[in-house]
């Protein structure tokens, strides 16, 4: 759970610091993307591996106690479903900072044609 946290967190920052500054290089932000990745995912093999190393060690894998080998395998898929909402978190937040931008996708006008009245909008 905690995993969980620190991930979307990461993912929900760094979206918004890629997107947010128009007028700077490309490299930086494919920089920033990149490096908040590899947070995420060290983050969470870090935070999985002892929980893995302490329910073997809890519930005693060994070769006849297969139920406890079950146990382990439901335990990574749940790290791996942690992961999956990470990236659902980080696309969730990502098409918002595009909108009322040349080039966006969203337009952020006005619906008849007439410049918006939102100075976000103006740029």
Do not use: K, W
């Given at each position: 759970m905690?995993?969980?946290?620190?991930?979307?967190n990461?993912?929900?920052r760094?979206?918004?610091?890629t997107?947010?500054?128009?007028?700077?290089?490309?490299?930086?932000?494919?920089?920033?993307?990149?490096?908040?990745?590899a947070?995420?995912v060290?983050?969470?093999?870090?935070?999985?591996?002892?929980?893995?190393?302490?329910?073997?060690?809890?519930f005693?894998?060994?070769?006849?106690n297969?139920e406890a080998?079950?146990?382990?395998?439901?335990?990574?898929?749940?790290?791996s479903h942690?992961?999956?909402?990470?990236?659902?978190?980080?696309g969730?937040?990502?098409?918002?900072?595009?909108?009322?931008?040349?080039?966006?996708?969203?337009?952020?006008?006005?619906?008849?044609?007439?410049?918006?009245?939102?100075?976000?909008?103006?740029?």
């Amino acid at each position: 759970m905690l995993a969980i946290l620190i991930v979307m967190n990461v993912a929900v920052r760094a979206n918004v610091r890629t997107v947010t500054p128009p007028g700077i290089r490309r490299e930086r932000p494919l920089t920033l993307a990149l490096c908040s990745g590899a947070t995420m995912v060290l983050s969470v093999v870090a935070l999985n591996l002892p929980g893995i190393f302490l329910l073997a060690y809890l519930f005693g894998v060994r070769s006849d106690n297969p139920e406890a080998v079950s146990l382990l395998v439901s335990f990574g898929f749940g790290a791996s479903h942690s992961s999956l909402f990470a990236q659902l978190g980080g696309g969730l937040h990502q098409g918002g900072g595009h909108r009322g931008r040349p080039g966006g996708e969203g337009g952020g006008g006005h619906p008849r044609g007439r410049p918006s009245q939102r100075r976000r909008d103006r740029r």
